[in-house]
């Protein structure tokens, strides 16, 4: 099956800097979408993107498809970014979402 | 409610209890999802249902037992389950489960499970 692979596996930073989150895959896909898990294990949707440039206040992302990889960044960032950051994609047929491991994200005050 | 929502929250079970766990989407999707999150493993997929038909199985003990009553519910049938079950079990809906071309997938609270 499809192979994702996220970067940094762990990330702390301080209030208010800037980051980049990475997500390479093995093979195209139809769908991918990034999510913010909070403490509580609620999986919230960041961005629906299989291609392409979104941008959501501090958060945005890009997917460059033909090279098989995805970028979320998050800017100025605040004490409730902190948590796991999950990369997921469909590469079609029944397998649903595969999941990268995730980025644990700590920003500390 | 709005979104995917799941009960009970929290489930603490013996290993010869049987209990169950409920899924309800509120979004008019027509496939829903189980996943399970083990502690330092990635999300895997359990189960797929599409309008109420079981379309993936992925090699999941008999222990566990889904049922799609009609596509706004889903459960997640549990018996003689191991400790080694003890997850965070994930409810996911999407408008369709393959071959279209906007697919996302919400996701409900979880249950976090917990077997001794």
């Known amino acids: 099956g499809i192979q994702v692979e996220q970067s940094p596996p762990d990330l702390i930073l301080q209030e208010g800097a800037n980051s980049t989150l990475r997500c390479n895959f093995s093979?195209?896909?139809?769908?991918l979408q990034w999510f913010h898990q909070n403490p509580w294990g609620q999986l919230i949707n960041l961005f629906y993107?299989?291609?392409g440039t979104k941008q959501n206040g501090r958060l945005s992302a890009t997917t460059v498809a033909t090279e098989r990889y995805s970028l979320l960044y998050i800017s100025s960032s605040q004490t409730t970014d902190s948590g796991v950051y999950f990369c997921a994609v469909d590469g079609g047929g029944a397998d649903g979402l595969t999941f990268g491991k995730g980025t644990h994200l700590i920003i500390q005050p | 409610e709005t979104g995917v929502t799941q009960t009970p929250r929290h489930l603490v079970m013996g290993m010869t209890n049987k209990k169950s766990l409920k899924c309800e989407q509120h979004l008019g999707h027509n496939a829903m999802y189980w996943y399970k999150q083990s502690a330092k493993k990635p999300l895997e997929l359990m189960f797929v249902y599409s309008l109420e038909e079981r379309v993936e199985n992925n090699s999941v003990p008999s222990r566990f037992s889904p049922e799609c009553p009609n596509s706004s519910h889903l459960f997640l049938h549990l018996h003689t389950l191991q400790p080694e079950d003890s997850a965070l079990y994930l409810c996911a809906s999407s408008q369709d489960w393959a071959g279209s071309s906007y697919n996302e997938q919400f996701f409900g609270p979880g249950t976090r499970l917990t077997v001794l």
């Open positions: 993107i299989p291609s």
């Open positions: 093979d195209s896909v139809n769908n």
